[in-house]
């Protein structure tokens, strides 16, 4: 029987520690056990995310033809390859996919892995030995998710986390991922150092991003 755990129990990096490798541990266990963790001291600037909250809340006030607008300009921009050299290519390209979230299924992501910032209003859970646990959220802390692609790479090794969203009747929660994704024509397989000896035979076939989202998409058998 599936049950619903307390906050905090979702594994925290603090990225400030000067001990770099204890940092990678702390990385690789928690992507081994949940494929979800929270960073922190990770220097982006508190008011930088408190503006992104901002301009995200406004979009959402828009009308539809004004958010459809922008959503095709940060297309355009990210397609020109600005999407990392310009503050505009970056917060349209955070503000386009930000989501307005009601309630949203059990689900892995497609991406490699998504970094999730979003308002105080929880309703995001991650499902682990069977109990979904509440990820608690403020202004100090990203959320890493380790989507599909990250996963097929380390062979497994590295889980994909389940997750969903919940339905708050009183509260609107938003929440603003950034999808680091494989180019589309990019083949993802198991690397190749992490498939050899007869204990660790590839356990999924390649694809290009574009044909695996083409069968997830169509419910298509994968490997």
């Known amino acids: 029987m599936e049950t619903i755990s307390a906050l905090d129990d ?3 990096v603090d990225l400030s520690n000067p001990n770099e490798d204890l940092v990678a541990r702390a990385v690789v266990k928690a992507s ?3 494929g979800i963790f929270h960073v922190v001291n ?3 600037p508190p008011e930088l995310i408190g503006q992104l909250k901002e301009v995200g809340t406004e979009f959402f006030q828009l009308p539809e033809s004004e958010k459809k607008a922008l959503a095709s300009e940060a297309k355009r921009l990210q397609e020109h ?3 990392v050299l310009s ?3 970056r917060l349209l390209s955070a503000v386009s996919r930000s989501r307005c979230e009601v309630r949203t299924p059990r689900h892995t992501d497609l991406s490699g892995i998504t970094f999730l910032i979003a308002n105080q209003v929880y309703g995001l859970q991650a499902f682990k030995d069977n109990n979904w646990f509440e990820v608690k959220y403020d202004d100090s802390r990203i959320v ?3 989507g599909d692609q990250v996963h097929r790479m380390n062979n497994g090794k590295y889980k994909r ?3 969903r969203a919940t339905l708050d009747k009183e509260k609107t929660r938003i929440s603003w991922p950034v999808f680091v994704d494989p180019n589309l024509d990019h083949v993802v397989r198991p690397l190749p150092e992490l498939i050899s000896g007869d204990d660790n035979a590839p356990k999924f076939k390649p694809y290009t991003y574009r044909d ?3 069968h997830i998409w169509n419910r298509l058998p994968l490997d």
């Open 32 to 34: 081994e056990e949940w």
């Open 10 to 12: 979702i594994p925290v």
């Open 87 to 89: 503050d505009e290519g």
């Open 81 to 83: 390859g600005r999407k």
């Open 42 to 44: 990770h220097w982006i």
């Open 212 to 214: 695996y989202k083409f």
């Open 161 to 163: 986390a389940e997750h």
């Open 144 to 146: 890493v998710i380790i």
